[in-house]
């Protein structure tokens, strides 16, 4: 069993903040036998398909998708399989249910949490 638990979204105004947690854990989970070199957070728009938003290395090499970029910052914890999301400057097209995952860009994990909803309003 491996899960996937994501928290921190909610109802925040256009302009404000709000920090995602994502907790990998699991009676199945190993990290030592999973690859979780690169861990991400995606987001399902309402009627859009699920997209990479932010992704993170072991090391700290970071990725964002353009509207993220200057706003959003990703980060880990590798002693505890933890994943952050701090989004600031927030926007109605933020909106959405956010999901994190790890495995490599384009082929993440077929393990996923049941999401938090970030709701934006203008």
């Known amino acids: 069993q491996v899960q996937l638990e994501e928290s921190g979204g909610g109802v925040v105004q256009a302009g404000g903040s709000l920090r995602l947690t994502c907790v990998i854990s699991?009676?199945?989970?190993?990290?030592?036998?999973?690859?979780?070199?690169?861990m991400g957070w995606f987001r399902q728009a309402p009627g859009k398909e699920r997209e990479l938003v932010a992704a993170?290395?072991?090391?700290?090499?970071?990725r964002y998708e353009d509207s993220a970029k200057g706003r959003f910052t990703i980060s880990r914890t590798n002693a505890n399989n933890t994943l952050y999301l701090q989004m600031n400057r927030l926007k109605v097209d933020d909106t959405g249910v956010y999901y994190c995952?790890?495995?490599?860009?384009?082929?993440?994990?077929?393990?996923w949490g049941q999401g938090t909803q970030v709701t934006v309003s203008a």
């Open positions: 995952n790890f495995g490599p860009v384009g082929v993440p994990s077929p393990y």
């Open positions: 699991g009676s199945d989970f190993d990290p030592n036998e999973f690859d979780i070199n690169v």
């Open positions: 993170i290395t072991r090391v700290g090499t970071t």
